[in-house]
């Protein structure tokens, strides 16, 4: 059984970092790209970040790119996402995201497993 | 970046009722469409996927359709426990992008 397991969010202050860990099993973890995806209270869905199963590629959005890094170690089966100069509008839960398939290289981006999310809070 | 519309924001239908709920892009993405549930309190989960493919698990109560620009998800016949929030999501061009979802309610 395919599990995602996200730990590390908080209260934090802006300006301030935080780490997000995301503990997978039940699949072959190095063999596919996994994605974090974010949910500010109330709110919509919004696409975060994407690694590939080596880490040699990763993807951002343009309101995390410069300050946030994703990053895996396919040893201990854990994604990563590294989170600095956090500002009130990174207020979200935080979900850790596995794609439906990566096939030689190819994946299909459509999220057939999530974790059940861990909440960062950005406040003074 | 490709904006998904979703229309209507809400939907309020009696069990046994069709629902249609449509997502619009702002281009192209030719079958690169999914479609998630999200329930109160719980994460999302995959309904749809490449616009048309039933996931794992999935009623045959839902179904999706179209291509290009216009895509809709159809609950052919509403349960109760079909209350939630429905989003879709593109991935032909980065950076991936949400709708802003479809509230469904049960009247």
């Known amino acids: 059984e395919v599990q995602l397991l996200e730990s590390g969010g908080g209260l934090v202050q802006p300006g301030g970092s935080l780490r997000l860990s995301c503990a997978a099993s039940g699949f072959t973890f190095s063999s596919y790209a996994m994605s974090w995806v974010r949910q500010a209270p109330g709110k919509g869905l919004e696409w975060v970040s994407a690694?590939?199963?080596?880490?040699?590629?990763?993807y951002y959005a343009d309101s995390v790119k410069g300050r946030f890094t994703i990053s895996r170690d396919n040893s201990k089966n854990t994604l990563y996402l590294q989170m600095n100069s956090l500002r009130a509008e990174d207020t979200a839960v935080y979900y850790c995201a596995k794609p439906l398939y990566d096939t030689s290289g190819y994946v299909n981006y459509d999220f057939d497993y999530w974790g059940q999310g861990t909440l960062v809070t950005v406040s003074s | 970046e490709i904006v998904l519309t979703q229309s209507p924001a809400t939907l309020s239908l009696s069990p046994g009722e069709r629902a249609t709920l449509s997502c619009r892009a702002s281009?192209?993405?030719?079958?690169?469409l999914a479609w998630y549930q999200q329930k109160p309190g719980q994460a999302p989960r995959l309904l749809i996927y490449d616009a048309s493919n039933r996931a794992t698990g999935v009623p045959a109560r839902f179904s999706g359709s179209g291509s290009g620009t216009d895509f809709t998800l159809t609950i052919s016949s509403l349960e109760p426990e079909d209350l939630a929030v429905y989003y879709c999501?593109?991935?032909?061009?980065?950076?991936?992008?949400f709708g802003g979802g479809t509230k469904v309610e049960i009247k």
């Open positions: 281009q192209s993405i030719s079958s690169y």
């Open positions: 999501q593109q991935r032909s061009n980065w950076p991936l992008t």
């Open positions: 690694i590939s199963g080596n880490g040699g590629s990763t």
